[in-house]
């Protein structure tokens, strides 16, 4: 049996000192977690991580927007391709979309857009995935709207043989329009769009 | 708890699969908490309805059966109804139903003829039952409204309302009929309010099963319009059919056609206007003006507090102004800050059978204005006089083309610059007249100009100018005919 007179005085205050930083460490903590529940979540960037495409690198004609003068630009671009038809197709809006992602983007798209699935309907029918972040980001106006899906229709069909319309989904879901303008709930006349894309080019003003 | 909650589950199952019916008899609860209305059941030749349903949107409710005891809870206040029997107890006071407390899967229910005397017992406060209609107020809820006619030509009936309105309304020619549902409405004193004319003589109000409706009789096909957030209704003679576009499409018949209806997977538009039958007299040049967007949908954002709906609705207001201003008459789809859907603002442009359809945009980006006329989608085709909803517009292209023309010929004389080309925006495809959409940009990259009278109204001016450029080439074009 040892008495509290037996435990050394250097000891005991030893003991009450750590005792005390305990204590204020644990206070100290959970001030610190009241705080950090506080505070907003960092904005988590929902960009997938991209599978690896396997395949030769092709080139391939990429019709980009322009927001100032409001008009497409065919750029050449080598990307690679799988084989598949389909997955080709994604792989093209994919790589068309990371142009608009780009920071210097000439028509920005909002963090996080994507290009879910390209489903090839034989005969002639392509339908575009998009995500949510995709339609709900993307900034509103009947030319801004217009651009992004005269864009993305151009550079499918251009690239894929085939195709004369083209619908465009948001989340795999029919949605009214993409911001507000530009509608959703047809099918795209890929020769239509062609002579839209030829009526902004002309720069009528 | 668990069991009060499975309870009410199963109540609101039997409510979702009990979707209403045109026979099935309801009454409808007007409160400050909740307007709803709810469907009742018939019983030993009496009418029933479920009290826990009629309590629960007005406070916090519970239930629970013991046997063939139901006892609820309405907030602090407690009542136990026995099935089969008529003696109930509420706040610890025994007195009877008029008929007996009937217990069904869990659900009490009592019969509506009670409600008068059973309602102020756990609300605390009176309520009014128009028991013939099935129609129930709790507390000082009514919305009243007046009718006044105005003598203008041709006459109008303008019916201001205490709340704002939301009507069903149904045409027919020489009676309009709106069917309030979800408002507390009472009539203004007079069931029936006569206006000692010809165009529109009557208004009648009547109530049954649970709504409220306002006929309005004339003896030309009417049509409402809403202006004042919903507060004000506007009912006057339909406009009468407008002569061809200057560009006639390539088919008689298609020109001819009726106006094409929305899919009919949309939902019913709340102002079917009737299609003009009367093509005998002189057709006044009709323009449709629909200012984009409005009420829960802001448009563009177009700065932190400047939304695309309001500057649409000004610039609207100064085009309708001037186009009067040249002796155009003008029909606009929306004049408040109210919600309508593309299929709604399509359906009442083609009901109108205008001249000409002009809606209104407003953009931060770029300069000047951009004119659309409408990117026809794939697929879709029109037959004979049936005219498909999605490429309604295919026939009228070159008609809109050629208006689009007009419209920016006057624009580049006023030196605002002006880019053309098509557009996928509805509802362009959808209209059956010839159609433009004006996108309205700063003429430098000052927003706030956007909101400058003067550069509004250079705009207004000039695009009024455009379409009575287009009215008078229609009119020589008819001499000519």
């Known amino acids: 049996m040892i008495s509290p007179s037996m435990i050394p005085r250097h000891l005991v205050i030893a003991i009450g000192a750590m005792v005390l930083v305990v204590l204020f460490m644990g206070i100290y903590g959970w001030h610190m977690r009241g705080r950090a529940s506080e505070l907003p979540p960092a904005l988590a960037d929902t960009r997938p991580v991209a599978a690896p495409v396997a395949g030769p690198t092709e080139q391939v004609t990429l019709y980009v927007a322009y927001d100032n003068p409001g008009i497409l630009r065919p750029q050449s671009a080598r990307i690679p391709l799988p084989s598949g038809r389909q997955q080709r197709a994604e792989e093209l809006l994919r790589a068309l979309v990371n142009v608009y992602l780009d920071n210097s983007s000439p028509h920005p798209l909002p963090r996080g857009a994507e290009v879910r699935n390209v489903y090839l309907v034989p005969p002639d029918l392509a339908v575009v995935d998009t995500d949510s972040a995709f339609a709900d980001g993307h900034r509103s106006g009947i030319l801004e709207e217009e651009l992004t899906v005269a864009s993305l229709v151009e550079t499918l069909a251009a690239n894929t043989s085939g195709i004369t319309r083209v619908k465009i989904l948001v989340d795999g879901k029919e949605r009214d329009t993409l911001a507000g303008h530009a509608d959703l709930t047809t099918f795209y006349d890929v020769d239509a769009v062609k002579k839209l894309i030829e009526q902004m080019q002309s720069g009528q003003r | ?481």
């Open chain 2, 1 to 481: 708890m668990h069991w009060n909650r499975s309870l009410l589950a199963v109540v609101l199952v039997l409510l979702v699969s009990n979707a209403p019916s045109a026979d099935e008899k309801r009454i409808s609860i007007y409160s400050t908490a909740a307007n709803y209305s709810l469907p009742l059941i018939e019983r030993n030749g009496g009418d029933y309805v479920g009290l826990l349903e009629i309590l629960d949107p007005l406070g916090s409710v519970s239930a629970r059966n013991d046997g063939p005891h139901w006892k609820i809870r309405y907030n602090n206040i407690e009542g136990e109804f026995t099935s089969g029997k008529s003696r109930m107890r509420i706040r610890g006071k025994d007195s009877d139903l008029p008929a007996n407390f009937l217990l069904e899967r869990g659900r009490g229910l009592v019969p509506v003829s009670s409600l008068s005397t059973l309602l102020p017992r756990f609300l605390g406060g009176p309520v009014t039952f128009h028991e013939s209609a099935r129609r129930l107020f709790v507390g000082s809820v009514a919305t009243q409204f007046s009718a006044e006619l105005s003598k203008t030509n041709p006459p109008r009936l303008i019916m201001n309302f205490t709340s704002p309105v939301n009507p069903t309304i149904a045409t027919e020619p020489g009676k309009l009929r709106m069917v309030f549902i979800r408002e507390p409405l009472l009539p203004p004193g007079a069931q029936t309010l006569n206006f000692a004319d010809q165009t529109i003589s009557s208004a009648t109000f009547a109530e049954n099963n649970g709504t409220a409706d306002i006929t309005v009789v004339g003896d030309a096909s009417l049509m409402a319009t809403f202006s004042n957030d919903g507060r004000t209704i506007t009912i006057a003679p339909a406009p009468q059919r407008p002569a061809p576009p200057a560009a006639p499409p390539p088919s008689v018949a298609v020109q001819s056609a009726p106006p094409p209806m929305p899919p009919p997977a949309v939902s019913t538009p709340p102002v079917i206007a009737p299609p003009n039958a009367n093509t005998n007299h002189q057709a006044p040049y009709l323009v449709v003006l629909d200012a984009s967007h409005g009420g829960d949908e802001r448009g563009a954002a177009l700065t932190d507090k400047l939304a695309e709906k309001d500057v649409t609705l000004a610039i609207t207001r100064r085009l309708k102004q001037e186009l009067e201003n040249r002796g155009v008459s003008v029909l606009m789809l929306r004049d408040a800050d109210a919600t309508l859907s593309l299929d709604q603002r399509a359906a009442l442009a083609n009901n109108s059978r205008p001249a000409i359809f002009v809606t209104l945009h407003a953009s931060s980006q770029g300069n000047g204005v951009r004119l659309y006329t409408a990117l026809i989608p794939a697929g879709g085709e029109n037959r004979g006089n049936f005219l498909d909803w999605d490429t309604a517009q295919s026939s009228f292209l070159p008609a809109s083309q050629n208006a689009l023309a007009l419209v920016a010929n006057e624009l580049q004389k006023k030196q605002i610059a002006v880019r053309t080309m098509s557009a996928p925006l509805r509802p362009l495809n959808n209209i059956s007249a010839p159609a433009l959409a004006l996108e309205v940009a700063p003429s430098d990259k000052d927003i706030a100009q956007l909101l400058l009278p003067d550069y509004q109204q250079t705009i207004a001016g000039a695009v009024a100018s455009g379409v009575a450029a287009l009215r008078d080439k229609t009119a020589q074009a008819g001499t000519q005919r």
